[in-house]
């Protein structure tokens, strides 16, 4: 279940735990229910789940709550955003768990309508208001690569950009530290010309008046940005690099789309900073209201392990830009190397 809008909630009024699932088929449509007569906001549509009950875990909760609710065995089920909302009735701390596996087929065993749909889009309503920042997550891709040309050279850089395209890229940061402006403007408009007829956005790393002035997507705030920014950036989509809880708590307080959040592991790009690990990254994600991708290290073979860990996907630079190990398209809304639900 989703909630009408996020809030702290009275101090002393009872926090409810509650999971929901969002079911991933191969396709990329999620399973979106309507909520029974005799419920509280009886036919609304939204993510399916239920309260906590003690002792259990979130997988253990989704997982009986989803064999219940629609005859489902969860095979696999990835933690990944948490967002307080507050009812007329109760304030619900919910926990989203993005679920790509699972045995059996979709039945309403409550009489509940149910529907799959593109995140793009959906068709039904009246979806739960709070169901909105939750959507716009999902339209998130799930790998995130940054330009190296300063390396490999222009020409390189925007052939390589080509075949990842290709490939099914679909998000993407012009990331070139030291190119000289001129020469950053002209390589960020042919890398969003290119973008943009594969249907795929674009971020500027750093500057805001360059990624308005060239009709980007979106700007990526640097972390040492977060302190000195009264308010968030006016594009549709702004990302932030973090390294740690405070910068975190700040990227979203700024209303950021989404983080990147590392070094996961060793990179050449900051040799002498310690990598956290997984268990550090996912212990730093786990209270997250946004999505937030691994860096550092990261490779497509890397997807699996970071959703696991409660990541949106993998970002990465030299990662990125090899084919080696990648065997399916990336998708937007589905995540390759899995497999393949049912229903």
Known sequence: MAGTHDAAGPAAAPVLQVVAGILERADGRVLITQRPEGKVYAGYWEFPGGKVEAGETAFEAIARELREELSIEVEVAHPWLRRRFVYPHATVELRFLRIPKWRGDVRGNEGQAFSWESAEAPAVAPMLPANGPILAALRLPFEYALTQAMDTGIDAQLAALDVALANGLRLLQVREPGMARDALAAFAREAIARAHRAGARVLVNGDIELAQALGADGVHLRAAQLATLAARPALPLVGASCHDATELARADALGC???????????????????????????????????????????????????????????????????????????????????????
């Open 257 to 343: 789309n989404f983080a990147v959040l590392g070094p996961v592991a060793a990179t050449l790009t900051h040799p002498g900073s310690p990598p956290l690990g997984w268990l550090a990254f996912a212990a730093l994600v786990s209270a997250s209201t946004m999505p937030v991708y691994a860096l550092g290290g990261m490779t497509p073979q890397d997807l699996e392990a970071a959703r696991r860990h409660g990541a949106q996907g993998v970002a990465f630079q030299r990662g990125a830009w090899t084919l080696q190990g990648r065997a399916d398209p990336v998708r937007p809304a589905a995540a390759p190397g899995l497999s393949s639900p049912r229903g």
